[in-house]
């Protein structure tokens, strides 16, 4: 049972371009859609988090929109650079009662220069 | 601050065999979870921890168990080791009782299967 679906599975991207990386969920209750960012040999680690009552979050380069209606929630990196070269992750969190992450099946996203 | 520790950080072992790993959370953080992460499933939550009780856990058969001491340092153990062990086990921290305040990841202990 996926509850959540993560698109693209990888990504190209030039220097200074947008990075988008998309999330679809299958169910209402949940409390905050966090993104994570991995780097080889390293764990995840939190980048940006949205609760559902809000419809946009940005810090610095990193936008997360998100749709209630629909759904879906996104990532979005703004000039995008070598550096920001990972695998990233969405989530859903199930707040209290549940303590537990549950994760899209991650984008691998390359910077080209 | 030191992150969340993990160790050790590579383990080989045989089919049939157990395995215990180790967790030492942030200073201060009393929930721990772990989480198993393999290219196929992704990142799958396993259980978490807060006071030393374990409040969730998830589809994993009963070979998978942990615990949480009262310095809240965390171990699991997986027993009669299976190929498809083979994984990348993640500890995350988070200093919360209730709500999110984000969970924070050690860098894995990478366990192999032979």
């Known amino acids: 049972q996926q509850q959540v679906k993560q698109s693209p599975q990888s990504l190209i991207v030039q220097k200074g371009g947008i990075s988008i990386i998309n999330c679809a969920y299958e169910?209402?209750?949940?409390?905050?859609f966090p993104w994570y960012q991995q780097f080889p040999g390293k764990g995840p680690a939190l980048l940006i988090a949205?609760?559902?009552?809000?419809s946009e979050k940005k810090e610095g380069r990193f936008t997360i929109s998100f749709n209630k209606s629909a759904k879906q929630f996104s990532l979005h990196i703004m000039d995008s650079q070598p550096g920001d070269s990972a695998t990233y992750f969405c989530?859903?969190?199930?707040?209290?009662?549940?303590?537990?992450?549950?994760f899209g099946k991650g984008t691998k996203l390359s910077v080209i220069p | 601050k030191a992150g969340v520790t993990q160790t050790p950080r590579y383990l080989i072992k045989t089919r049939g065999q157990q395995v215990t790993l180790s967790c030492s959370p942030i200073?201060?953080?009393?929930?721990v979870s772990w989480y198993q992460q393999t290219p196929g499933q992704g990142l799958q939550f396993l259980f978490e921890?807060?006071?030393?009780?374990?409040?969730n856990k998830g589809n994993f058969p009963g070979r998978f168990s942990g615990r949480q001491f009262s310095n809240s340092r965390s171990e699991m153990n997986v027993s009669t080791l299976e190929l498809g062990d083979s994984a990348l086990y993640l500890c995350?921290?988070?200093?919360?009782?209730?709500?999110?305040?984000?969970?924070?990841f050690g860098s894995g202990t990478r366990l192999t299967v032979v």
């Open positions: 200073s201060g953080h009393r929930s």
């Open positions: 995350a921290s988070s200093p919360r009782d209730r709500g999110f305040a984000g969970y924070t």
């Open positions: 921890y807060f006071s030393e009780t374990q409040r």
């Open positions: 949205i609760r559902p009552d809000v």
């Open positions: 169910n209402t209750a949940f409390d905050y």
């Open positions: 989530a859903v969190d199930s707040g209290a009662g549940s303590y537990q992450l549950t």
